[in-house]
């Protein structure tokens, strides 16, 4: 790694050149489904490549990279303070997303494939703990708001890890059980984009605000409720992401309830931020803000997602597969990619361009609400899934297209001037 170029720049370098990728690998996967004679071979196992790029490439080497940027200012040492663990994070991380797409791609959830996802799993380890070596002298009460929802994204990406661990045992084992077969993926899916993913941004986001805005949070103490409601509810809400496979009992009630508690802790932060944004002059609202505006309203739209288990008849929909990606693409697309582009942005000083965030927003959202409807009317409607697959393709391309003119700059920006300064961040609440 050269001395001059700061690691967390370099994965989130990679992290958006892979993005570009999801996004052509997203197109392509679409139009097989609409027209089966472009499906390649083993197109089957393309889905699983495309899930665990999109997870070990964009979204975990972008937000391990934005957290590696923001924690020497966060914890006030000019370093990060374990750099053999960091350049190894750097050296490995996006070879091994490679490899892991093309593993998956080959045999789907084979030998090869889960060795290579334990390797990733492995290196988030080692970002873990160069996290702890940052900010293990700086006592936990004196950690500002950014920094807490930080380590608490941390630690939900360690509990994540358990997930795919629970996962492995049950693929060697062999259990057939439905319940404790979906454990894993579920439990690891729900720690990675409700946990890490989502509550890696939040604190990002507070951290940047007063540089991207002009204004910082003046609610404070709101941020630290959403840590502590965070570290309570995300693990027992997962519980109720196993009821369509036969969880029920005692168990099944807790996750209900957690579950719809969860939009406490989101409410929380939506609110802080949009008091932020309200007091903001309109002229700080540039390109990037747009992109974060965006973002948030995906997060709105997710938070409602937290209510459908008062819909009756939802488990049948909960348990559908085009239901299930319709609600990762809300979270990954909507909300996750929106946001890590608009911070990147505004942290590297790129200029986005600000025509593009409403036909990727629309687009996502039409993508979703069509993938929703395929779930929906498959077992009802069977003659309207084809049509619907065909509108599924078209609303895939506007945020797959979006995501060139956008990405790229990001890309070619971080590649270029590796000494570029930060820009201020400003103070911490």
Do not use: C
């Amino acid at each position: 790694m050269n001395a001059k170029e700061r690691p967390g720049r370099l994965l989130l370098r990679w992290a958006a050149l892979w993005l570009l990728a999801l996004a052509t690998i997203g197109i392509y996967m679409r139009l097989g489904t609409v027209f089966p004679w472009l499906a390649a071979a083993n197109f089957q196992y393309l889905v699983h490549a495309h899930s665990h790029t999109a997870y070990f490439g964009w979204a975990g080497m972008g937000m391990m990279g934005l957290i590696l940027e923001l924690l020497p200012a966060l914890t006030g040492r000019s370093t990060l303070a374990a750099p053999r663990a960091v350049a190894l994070l750097v050296w490995l991380t996006p070879w091994t997303v490679g490899v892991a797409l093309l593993a998956f791609w080959w045999q789907g959830y084979g030998p090869a494939s889960i060795a290579t996802a334990t390797v990733n799993q492995l290196i988030w380890y080692v970002f873990a703990y160069a996290f702890y070596a940052q900010v293990r002298a700086l006592p936990v009460r004196r950690w500002p708001p950014a920094l807490l929802l930080l380590g608490t994204a941390v630690f939900y990406l360690l509990v994540a890890t358990a997930g795919t661990w629970f996962l492995t045992i049950m693929k060697v084992t062999g259990v057939s059980d439905p319940i404790l077969a979906n454990a894993g993926v579920v439990l690891f899916l729900h720690a990675y984009a409700d946990g890490w993913l989502e509550l890696g941004v939040a604190g990002a986001a507070v951290a940047l605000l007063p540089g991207l805005l002009g204004v910082g949070i003046d609610r404070p103490q709101w941020l630290r409720w959403q840590v502590g409601l965070a570290l309570v509810l995300i693990v027992p809400a997962f519980l109720r992401l196993l009821i369509p496979y036969g969880l029920n009992g005692p168990l099944a009630q807790v996750g209900h309830v957690a579950g719809l508690l969860l939009v406490v802790p989101e409410g929380l932060f939506l609110a802080a931020t949009l008091r932020a944004w309200r007091a903001a002059s309109a002229l700080r609202r540039g390109p990037a803000a747009a992109w974060l505006a965006a973002a948030w309203l995906g997060l709105a739209a997710k938070l409602t997602t937290e209510l459908v288990p008062l819909v009756p008849g939802w488990q049948l929909l909960a348990a559908s597969r085009q239901g299930l990606i319709a609600y990762l693409h809300l979270k990954l697309l909507a909300f996750f990619t929106a946001a890590l582009l608009g911070l990147v942005a505004h942290l590297f000083a790129v200029r986005l361009p600000r025509a593009w965030v409403a036909v990727y927003q629309v687009g996502t959202a039409a993508l979703v609400m069509t993938l929703i409807s395929v779930a929906i009317w498959t077992p009802q409607a069977p003659w309207l899934v084809r049509p619907l697959l065909v509108g599924a393709l078209v609303f895939n391309l506007l945020p797959a297209v979006a995501l060139v003119p956008v990405a790229w700059p990001v890309a070619r920006g971080l590649w270029r001037s590796a000494a570029r300064s930060r820009p201020q961040m400003g103070a911490m609440p």
